[in-house]
């Protein structure tokens, strides 16, 4: 009679104990700047950046989207009209998919991402700035070891 009570005490302390053991996880730290043109130019951290983080394996067409983006040509006049079809698209997508970790930026720019293991993810910030309608940015990087980075919102406008 005794035996149904223990096994099923083993059995919980079975669950609890695999429920406890959560995978390995990694954080990815990071600032959303921007820089005040000048001499010095002045870099500061952007408040309010939404960042999502993807497993890239899983959003093929957010990548296929983002890609597009960046080889859309200005050769015509049309160009903007397309990027900005391609930046609603792309932000459909972003809400639309399942990302491991969404945050927001600090008063500084600064965000802790804490995600599983994985191969590669795609960081993906939006800013809200009205000067820049097309204010969003993206990386892709492991997802294997822990890793401190900046989102450039400037989109390489902060170099000398």
């Given amino acids: 009679m005794l035996t149904k009570p ?18 390995p996880k990694v954080t990815l730290t990071g600032k959303a700047q921007s820089c005040y043109p000048g ?10 950046v939404n960042v999502s ?4 394996s899983k959003v093929s067409a957010l990548m296929t989207k983002l890609k597009e983006m960046d080889t859309t040509s200005i050769a015509n006049g049309v160009w903007p009209m397309r ?12 809400n639309s998919s ?12 600064t965000f802790k991402l804490v995600i599983p293991v994985t191969d590669s993810v795609l960081v993906y910030g939006l800013g809200h700035n009205e000067d820049d309608p097309f204010n969003q940015v993206y990386t892709t990087m492991s997802g294997r070891a ?15």
């Fill in 6 to 23: 223990i096994a099923f005490f083993a059995a919980a302390c079975l669950t609890a104990a695999m429920l406890a053991a959560s995978p």
């Fill in 39 to 48: 001499t010095p130019l002045r870099l500061v951290g952007i408040r309010g």
């Fill in 53 to 56: 983080v993807f497993q890239v």
């Fill in 83 to 94: 990027l900005d079809t391609l930046a609603k698209q792309t932000d459909s997508l972003v």
């Fill in 98 to 109: 399942v990302a491991l970790v969404r945050v927001v930026s600090d008063a500084t720019g």
């Fill in 146 to 160: 822990n890793k401190s980075f900046v989102l450039d919102m400037s989109e390489g406008g902060c170099a000398p």
